[in-house]
């Protein structure tokens, strides 16, 4: 690396060959064990030893390219375009659009170009990470209301006559089938 870094955003490719990966997850493995330290060396032979926030850092991007993905590095206050944002986020455009228009995201007139600040984006993300997860807890919640009320019951509307009616593998297909409405909704 004879040049510096001076952008915000980095992207590392991931390791080429199966050798590379198995060599960085090795790596990734010993600065795991409990006796490893991680220093840099700098040139004149001076050390730079990885604070804790530091080493968790390298081992994300050692771990995803042991695996191999690409990797970006990114600043919080990098400010994204909408196409960006919706890479980030895992949705279309149009959708990012739907969320600064709902005040979901906040966004900046450039011009005529919207701009996102990308904390706001990654905190949108562990916004909506975190409301798919209480949709799945709320549907597990619901699953077994369900099955206790089966047991409890003898007599119901068609629905929960039918509910009732049903076998287990049917019971567990329909709640499958309802939670990937739910993931497809998130996305």
Do not use: C
Not at 84 to 111: C, H, K, N, W
Not at 135 to 159: F, I, K, Q, W
């Amino acid at each position: 690396m004879a040049t510096a870094l001076n952008r915000v955003v980095e992207e590392i490719a991931p390791p080429t060959s199966e050798e590379q990966r198995e060599a960085t997850r090795a790596a990734v493995s010993r600065i795991l064990s409990d006796t490893a330290q991680v220093a840099l060396r700098l040139p004149g032979g001076a050390e730079y030893h990885l604070d804790a926030e530091e080493l968790r850092a390298l081992l994300a991007i050692g771990l995803a390219r042991a695996n191999g993905q690409r990797v970006s590095v990114i600043s919080h206050d990098v400010m994204l375009s909408p196409q960006q944002a919706a890479e980030l986020l895992g949705v279309s455009r149009p959708m990012v659009y739907r969320f600064i228009e709902r005040g979901d995201l906040a966004a900046t007139r450039v011009g005529t170009h919207w701009r996102l600040l990308t904390a706001d984006v990654l905190a949108l993300s562990e916004h909506r990470t975190r409301l798919a997860e209480s949709v799945e807890t709320g549907l597990d919640h619901v699953a077994r209301a369900m099955d206790s009320s089966d047991r409890g019951t003898a007599a119901g509307d068609g629905a929960k006559e039918s509910r009732r009616a049903a076998t287990p593998e049917q019971k567990k297909a329909s709640l499958e089938r309802v939670r990937r409405r739910a993931r497809s909704r998130r996305k």
